[in-house]
């Protein structure tokens, strides 16, 4: 191992033996930096909206619109009207139509939560404008109803959905 110092023209001393080889590939440094500092003024680019996941903000940004399996309250579809019955047969605003004779149709949507709540309750159509005086009494009775089994995925999870029925109001 020859270490005689050499001298360049620019009166350097060098060890021409300690001298590293060049490299062809820039080595990795021993310990990669830890979080990059971003420079004063900085603006990050927006995130790529491919991969961007957003949670919901509200319960209706995660409704399911066709649910594998569509949720349902009882063994039997006749148990929700029964419950409904139950709870709105024997009251004041049910006596007023009786007298009256009203009859006719009440279109309603349920918001049912994942757990089977119902969250939400929409009227969407009242074939006689007299029967709203049964909205009340029953938005109180739908909200209050026992949980329902949740609407349910390909996978098997419970998603949030809604359920669309006639309520028939009918005398006999």
Excluded at 33 to 42: A, F, K, S
Excluded at 111 to 139: A, C, H, N, W
């Amino acid at each position: 191992m020859d270490m005689t110092l050499k001298r360049n023209n620019q009166h350097k001393v060098i060890y021409s033996e300690f001298l590293p080889a060049p490299c062809p590939i820039d080595p990795e440094p021993p310990f990669p930096d830890p979080e990059p500092i971003d420079p004063t003024g900085y603006i990050p680019e927006p995130p790529d909206p491919e991969i961007l996941v957003v949670a919901p903000k509200t319960i209706h940004d995660s409704i399911v619109s066709f649910p594998f399996a569509a949720a349902f309250y009882g063994n039997h579809p006749d148990e929700l009207f029964k419950f409904i019955d139950h709870k709105i047969a024997n009251s004041t605003e049910w006596s007023y139509l009786k007298e009256l004779g009203v009859e006719g149709k009440i279109y309603i949507r349920l918001l049912i939560d994942t757990k089977g709540k119902v969250r939400e309750v929409t009227f969407l159509k009242f074939t006689d404008p007299q029967m709203e005086i049964l909205k009340s009494r029953l938005k109180n009775t739908l909200i209050a109803m026992p949980n329902w089994m949740p609407a349910k995925d390909e996978h098997g999870q419970s998603v949030v959905s809604e359920f669309t029925f006639p309520l028939r109001i009918q005398f006999e």
